[in-house]
Each structure stands twice: as structure tokens, then as C-alpha cells.
């Protein structure tokens, strides 16, 4: 049985419904990301799951219970603030000891945890210094240990990187799945930053317009993505329209294109990323070998981008080879093992 479930809920604010009939379950000990757009409703979400704003209809449901209309102080939930809301007045021992004293937790005991906690976060040793005084990395770590100190039932976390820099996130989001997994913490993490949500997630839900897309562990999503914005949203920037005629998948212009994906449909739509199309010289004879010139060449650092016209449309390649010119007439490869197909959406 799911630890925490959202079941058919429908919220939002005025008149603007954010979520609609909208469902998930997440396993206890998880680290489950909503990841998603802005405006798509992942931190209405967490906002109803912590008792910040309660539901139009459906309930949410934490170990069996129904907690719909619990206020947030009776939850037991830590939530990891976007802006961190440190006290500036409070020492970092204090800030983190905030929620025991709110709690009644007795001093000797206080004394105890804190340090603790400072300790798991790697903050040993500055418990007498004030939120202005430590990097903004530091500052983080401190609002992850005033969340954790609390034992909580449930970990919360609201777009807890956003205000770092590149390669401060990459070194925090590391310690976060290491904190996470030491505690064996049920965790749920808002971001719209793809990259650091694949890297710490047992299970991804991608959101869009208040419904989930689709909700699998990272890989499955990467790989096989089950609907046309997903596609879309990891990054399967080549859209290609395909008819099932004769046994064959067959392009508009006619080109027959292989699949290694099965997919009983009449008409579907072939994905495939940039990154995955070869470069051939033109008349190549290859498998899904599609002939067209090149109209833009970028470079983007480790490889190069072309944007070709070809009988199937505008189609990238990103390759490392960067002799290519614009005009160059070349030859597309498009391997049928890395093409993800879904049924044509039906307008």
C-alpha cells in the first residue's frame, strides 16, 4: 500500500482550477520529483500534501488516513522552502532546533539532535554563526537540517536548489539523495530542472496542465516516453508522421521508416533525439537513410548542430563531426532502435 495517495482531487484558486481529478501514489522511502512547466501544478501539489491550501474535492490520504483537512502543525512534515526562510536573528543551532522547542522537545535532548543533524549535513561545527554569515550552500544545508531534525514523516521539498549557482546544485543535489537514502526519508522534490531530477529520483511524475503524463523511474521515462509531450519535454526534438501501409511504416513522402518499438496503430508519430541522428554522406544507402541539405550549422561546445531539410521535414543532428557546411548536401541515419513510437493523437 502507497504511504501517501492524492485520489481524484481538484484545486486551484478563483476560478482558475490548477489540478483536476488528479492522482498519485507514492511508496514509502521513494524520492518521487514532480517535474513540469511552470503553471502545470507541481507546487499546488506539494501545498496540498503539506496542508497549506486543502483540495475543491478528492482527499489526500497519508498512511491509510485521511488528512484532507488536517492543518500543516499536526502533519509531522518537514518542508525544505525554495527561499530557505531561515531566521536571520536566530544562531544555526537555533535555527535548526526551531521546530523540537515548537514541538515541546525538552533542552537536554535538543542538545542532542541538533548537533546530530548539523553532523549529517556536514555543518558540524558552526552552530554559533548566523544565517548571514554562511555561503548560500550552507544556508540550504541548514534549512534541510531544520526539516529533518524533526523526524519527520514525510520530507518536502519546493525548488530547494533554484537560487544556487550551476555548480553548487550539481554538488548539493548529490548530498540530498545521500541524506535521503541514509535516512531512508519518503521524499517528495519539486524542480523544473530535468537534469537534477533524473539524477536523485526513484520516480519522476511528469505534470502537465494539473494531470501527470506519465510516472516512472527516470530511465524508463528517458527511454521510452508514452505521450507526445513528454517526448517533447525530454528532449526527442525530432517529430516525424508516419501511416502503417502494407505491413510498413511509411513517412508522408513515402519513405518506408523502421521501428524497433512495436506499436499497433494505423498512424503514429516517430521521436528521436538529435543526439541519436548520424550523419552520412549523401547516397548513402543505410537503414532509414533520408537524403536532405543542410540549412544551419551551430556549435554548441563538444558537438556540432545541423539543421537539415530533408522530404520528412526539418530534422537536427547533433554530432561531433563539424565539417559539414550549410548547403552541404549529406544523408540522415535515423536508427530504428533509438526511434520512439506512440499512436497519432487523434485531433
Not at 513540469?36 to 489526500?60: D, N, Q, Y
Not at 554548441?300 to 521535414?313: F, S
Amino acid at each position: 500500500m502507497a504511504l501517501l495517495e492524492l485520489k481524484d482531487v481538484t484545486a486551484g484558486y478563483g476560478d482558475n482550477m490548477i489540478l483536476k481529478h488528479y492522482n498519485i501514489a507514492i511508496e514509502k522511502g521513494k524520492l518521487v520529483s514532480l517535474l513540469g512547466p511552470s503553471g502545470c501544478g507541481k507546487t499546488t501539489t506539494l501545498r496540498l500534501i503539506a496542508g497549506f491550501s486543502e483540495p475543491r474535492s478528492g482527499e489526500v490520504l497519508f498512511d491509510g488516513k485521511d488528512i484532507t483537512r488536517i492543518p500543516p502543525n499536526k502533519r509531522n512534515f518537514g518542508f525544505v522552502f525554495q527561499s530557505y526562510a531561515l531566521f536571520p536573528h536566530m544562531t544555526i543551532f537555533d535555527n535548526v532546533a526551531y521546530g523540537l522547542k515548537m514541538r515541546g522537545v525538552g533542552k537536554a535532548e535538543i542538545a542532542e539532535r541538533v548537533p546530530e543533524m548539523l553532523k549529517t549535513v556536514d555543518l558540524e561545527g558552526l552552530e554559533k554563526r548566523y544565517p548571514r554569515e554562511l555561503s548560500g550552500g550552507q544556508r540550504q544545508r541548514v534549512a534541510l537540517a531544520r526539516a529533518l531534525v524533526i523526524k519527520p514523516d514525510l520530507l518536502l521539498m519546493d525548488e530547494p536548489l533554484s537560487n544556487l549557482d550551476a555548480k553548487l546544485r550539481v554538488k548539493m543535489r548529490v548530498e540530498i539523495r545521500r541524506i535521503q537514502q541514509e535516512l531512508g526519508i519518503t521524499t517528495i522534490y519539486v524542480t523544473h530542472d530535468q537534469e537534477e531530477c533524473f539524477a536523485i529520483s526513484d520516480e519522476v511524475a511528469i505534470m502537465n496542465n494539473g494531470v501527470i503524463e506519465q510516472m516512472d523511474d527516470p530511465q524508463r521515462i528517458y527511454q521510452h516516453p508514452k505521450t507526445e509531450f513528454v517526448m517533447n519535454f525530454v528532449g526527442f526534438d525530432n517529430r516525424i508522421e508516419l501511416v502503417r501501409e502494407d505491413g510498413f511504416w511509411k513517412a508522408k513522402d513515402g519513405t518506408k521508416i523502421e521501428a524497433a518499438e512495436p506499436l499497433d496503430a494505423a498512424e503514429a508519430l516517430a521521436y528521436l533525439r538529435s543526439d541519436d541522428v548520424e550523419l552520412a554522406p549523401w547516397g548513402t544507402e543505410a537503414k532509414n537513410s533520408v537524403p536532405g541539405t543542410i540549412d544551419v550549422k551551430t556549435y554548441l561546445g563538444r558537438r556540432y548542430q545541423y539543421n537539415i531539410t530533408t522530404p520528412l521535414g526539418t530534422l537536427v543532428a547533433r554530432v561531433e563531426d563539424g565539417s559539414g557546411k550549410v548547403g552541404d548536401k549529406v544523408a540522415l541515419v535515423l536508427p530504428p532502435e533509438r526511434m520512439a513510437l506512440i499512436r497519432k493523437p487523434q485531433h
